[in-house]
Nanobody
């Protein structure tokens, strides 16, 4: 069983920056891909960004492309999401997830999830 723990959320002003981390632990950790998703109140969980663990190839939602950067440290089994130029629409609970699937953007394809970290952007 893989455990994923997010950290780094908080309150930030519009235009500011925030860095989220996702630390993985448990059995031998060899996901094919890891991703960040977010869920705002009353909305469905949506894809934010993903990274292929071995190659480092990245994928982004159009809404965050150019503002957010996903990265990983294989030695530390940790994934990051650098969030720049945030806006109130980025307010949500952010979840990290891992998958052995080749599917990138569909939440149901990810089988390990963290508990989430709240990001609130004030205008």
């Amino acid at each position: 069983q893989v455990q994923l723990v997010e950290s780094g959320g908080g309150l930030v002003q519009a235009g500011g920056s925030l860095r989220l981390s996702c630390a993985a632990s448990g059995r031998t950790f060899t996901p094919y891909r890891m991703g960040w998703f977010r869920q705002a109140p009353g909305k469905e969980r949506e894809f934010v960004a993903a990274i292929t663990w071995s190659s480092g190839i990245t994928y982004y939602a159009d809404s965050v492309k150019g503002r957010f950067t996903i990265s990983r440290d294989n030695a530390k089994n940790t994934m990051y999401l650098q969030m720049n130029s945030v806006c109130p629409e980025d307010t949500a609970i952010y979840y990290c997830a891992a998958t052995a699937s080749i599917v990138v953007r569909t939440p149901s394809a990810y089988d390990s999830w963290g508990q989430g970290t709240q990001v609130t952007v004030s205008s």
